[in-house]
Nanobody
Framework: QVELVESGGGLVQPGGSLRLSCAASGNIGSMNAMGWYRQAPGTERVLVATRTAGGTTTYGDAVKGRFTISREKDKNTVHLQMDNLKPEDTGVYYC???????????WGKGTLVTVSS
């Protein structure tokens, strides 16, 4: 059974930085992508960043140039470095693992990020 364990998050002032991590365990296969999505109160869950096992990255428009996603392939762990955080980055960040050629789609429980002075 595939499981995702998220870490990081918390309270940070505007302009600050945070790092999120997500570790996957179980049989996740090789053709997959891992990444992060964000959901603010009363809004839909939106893409923050994803990275495939092959290294292809995708970023949401709101975070381009400020966030960086990286992946430790052998450890099936993905990191999200968030710099120059803004109040609008506040929300619950969910890790996602999905297959590129199968129906696998797994979500983490989420970690709260609050950007406030």
């Amino acid at each position: 059974q595939v499981e995702l364990v998220e870490s990081g998050g918390g309270l940070v002032q505007p302009g600050g930085s945070l790092r999120l991590s997500c570790a996957a365990s179980g049989n996740i296969g090789s053709m997959n992508a891992m990444g992060w999505y964000r959901q603010a109160p009363g809004t839909e869950r939106v893409l923050v960043a994803t990275r495939t096992a092959g290294g292809t990255t995708t970023y949401g428009d709101a975070v381009k140039g400020r966030f960086t996603i990286s992946r430790e392939k052998d450890k099936n762990t993905v990191h999200l470095q968030m710099d120059n955080l803004k109040p609008e980055d506040t929300g619950v960040y969910y890790c996602r693992l999905y297959g590129l050629r199968n129906g696998m789609n797994k979500w983490g429980k989420g970690t709260l990020v609050t950007v406030s002075s």
